[in-house]
Each structure stands twice: as C-alpha cells, then as structure tokens.
C-alpha cells in the first residue's frame, strides 16, 4: 500500500462586514476573510495538503483566481472537486491535521461543528480531522487581526 503526506497553507486578510467562513462553517465575528472565493482559510489550505499530497499542484493551479466561476463560490465545492481528483488519481484519505492560527474569535466550540461539515464533504469520517487553533500572542498581522492563517498535513493512500 502506497502511502503520501501532503503539507498546506494559506492566509487570508480580514476586513470588517465579511462573513468568516472557517471550516466550511460561519464562525459569527465582525471581520471575515478577503478572497475571490468565500477566503475560507482552513478549506483553502486541507485542498492544498491533498493536491500536495497526490502531486497535483495547489488550489490555485486547478481553481485559479482570475477565473469567474469561482468568483464567491462554496469553498467546501471546491474541496469535494478536489477529494475527486484524488479519488480519480487512485487515492483516499487516512487522516487530515490541521492548525488555525488567528488572534480573534475564540473558535474551540466550532470546532465539532467543522469537523463534521469537512467529514460531510470529504466523505470521512469526524474521528480523521484533527483541527486545533492557537493565537499569535498578539504579535504580527495575525495578532493585530489584520488576518488568518493555516495549516495542514495530511495523509493518503492508493487505493
């Protein structure tokens, strides 16, 4: 059995009167993330780690930002389109851990909630999704709110 571990990242800016949607899920704050899609950081960075992982470039290569038909769109769309590219590559997932780093809101008691939404998409099960979040201790742009990052390992493997 071939096994590959894929790593993501990603950071979006926050700004006053968006929706924050992290983990598939809107997490009520007064800022949320700037993207051309729904800049759901978390989403963004679970894509890259499987694209990664199965040697298929990053979100960017298979959903660019200058195409229109992402303009706004689901994230978790984009992360079903993707667990089928890794699907038709030959390849399921073990398990997805991942890091939120963001000074603002607090997001502990939004976590179960993200993971069963992600388990939903990824057709997984809530026990392989690991998501954790810490601060920055208020220093950089993450601890002036200025916005929010993650990251993510992941683990797959052929079918």
Known sequence: MKMRVGFGFDVHQLK?????WLG?????????GLGHSDADVLIHT????????AN?????????????????????????????LISDKGYSINNIDSTICLQ???IGSYIPEMQKVLASCMNIDIEDIS?????T???????????VSAYATVLIQKN
């Open 131 to 135: 998501i954790k979040a810490t601060t």
């Open 137 to 147: 201790e208020k220093l950089s742009f993450i601890g002036r709110e200025e916005g």
């Open 104 to 106: 603002k809101p607090k």
């Open 56 to 84: 298929m470039g990053d979100i960017g290569k298979h959903f660019p930002d200058t195409d229109v038909e992402y303009k706004g769109i689901d994230s978790k769309i984009l992360l079903k389109k993707v667990v089928k």
């Open 16 to 20: 006053e009167g968006l929706d924050f």
């Open 46 to 53: 679970i894509c890259d780690a499987l694209l990664g992982a």
């Open 24 to 32: 598939g899920i809107v997490v009520p704050h007064s800022k949320g």
